[in-house]
């Protein structure tokens, strides 16, 4: 069965260091989700993105946060600056055009920001 | 802003036993979906079963069925024959149809279920 692949599955960062997170969706999925998970805590959403651009974000997602999908596979979440707030669980979902109401989870990346 | 609550941190069941999971969410939204989804101690995301809100039908996964009461705005999920494999970290998920929502999921606070041998 397809799977929604993530990179790297564990990362330790310097607080202020630039992070990327890889994803590779389902092949034939052209939704595309991040969130994320503090630990202990909701999964909370973070921004979907359509047809190379951003269809919606929530005010987690603010100017430290960008995603794009540079080679027509990977999906990808960059922090600019990261902080110590930043250490989470990071998962990407993906969704095929004519099934949006089923989101398909990564295994994650767990981010830590020392 | 639709919210979803999860108001049983933990549970527990006996192996083989039957266990229901509750979940409550508020919308003024009248058609959206509903899920469940398992989080295994490898902390991937798994979908479990997912409720269209026009259906009056509960959706049934094999050992899995959930109890959609549209009015109450419940969606308990029943875990039969229960498994040790089903030991995990349960999340309710809300969808908006709303195409300005950006198809986002909204997550409840997680039930965790253990299962005893």
């Known amino acids: 069965e397809p799977e929604v692949t993530q990179t790297p599955s564990h990362q330790v960062t310097q607080m202020g260091q630039e992070v990327i997170l890889r994803c590779v969706p389902i092949s034939n999925h052209l939704y595309f989700y991040w969130y994320r998970q503090i630990l202990g805590q909701k999964v909370e959403f973070l921004v979907s993105f359509y047809n190379n651009e951003i269809s919606e974000k929530s005010e987690i997602f603010d100017d430290q946060f960008s995603v794009e999908r540079p080679d027509g596979s990977n999906f990808t979440l960059k922090i600019r600056s990261t902080k110590l707030e930043d250490s989470a669980m990071y998962f990407c979902?993906?969704?095929?055009?004519?099934?949006?109401?089923?989101?398909?989870f990564g295994p994650g990346t767990r981010l830590l920001v020392l | 802003a639709q919210t979803v609550t999860q108001s049983q941190p933990e549970m527990s069941v006996q192996e083989a036993e039957t266990v229901t999971l509750s979940c409550t969410y508020d919308t003024s939204e009248s058609d959206y979906y509903l899920f469940w989804y398992k989080q295994p101690p490898s902390r991937q995301m798994i979908l479990v079963i997912r409720?269209?809100?026009?259906?009056?039908q509960n959706a049934t996964e094999n050992r899995f069925s959930v109890n959609f009461q549209k009015a109450a705005k419940s969606f308990s999920l029943k875990i039969s024959d229960s498994q040790l494999g089903d030991a995990a970290m349960y999340f309710c998920?809300?969808?908006?149809?709303?195409?300005?929502?950006?198809?986002?999921?909204?997550f409840g606070g997680g039930t965790r279920l253990m299962v005893k041998p």
């Open positions: 409720q269209e809100a026009y259906k009056q």
């Open positions: 979902a993906t969704s095929e055009a004519g099934a949006l109401w089923t989101q398909y």
């Open positions: 998920a809300y969808r908006s149809p709303s195409p300005h929502a950006g198809n986002m999921l909204t």
